[in-house]
């Protein structure tokens, strides 16, 4: 079981998931972040960091959020990034692309706390 960043994250990239991520798999797109499925541990210390519970156990994705165990697996494929399995976030794995879904979506109210 891996991990799943999914729709609330898009347009907050608050990072702190990625700060505690032991084997850097969280990487970091345009407009949201993205875990890698296979390099993802399934320790889970990004879910109880996410401040906007963006991050999900693939097993206990909501229905409606489904899609984003996708999109995060073809973010790394040759139709985004190419970057295949990079083997850690990095300064050279950072990039303005997303998803073409993540992309197509209305820009998110930004919440401030």
């Known amino acids: 079981m891996v991990y799943v960043i999914a729709s609330t994250c898009i347009d907050v990239k608050d990072g702190a998931c990625q700060d505690v991520c032991p084997v850097e798999c969280i990487y970091e797109g345009g407009r949201m972040m993205y875990i890698h499925p296979v390099e993802c541990i399934s320790c889970g210390l990004c879910l109880s960091i996410c401040p906007v519970d963006a991050i999900w156990s693939e097993d206990e994705l ?52």
Request: charged content about 25%; cysteine-free; aromatic content about 10%.
């Open 62 to 113: 909501p229905p409606h959020e489904e899609h984003f165990r996708r999109i995060n697996a073809e973010f790394f494929g040759s139709g985004v990034t190419g970057w295949g399995e990079p083997g850690g976030a990095s300064a050279t794995y950072r990039t303005e692309l997303d998803h073409a879904e993540v992309a197509a979506v209305a820009p998110q109210e930004k919440v401030h706390g």
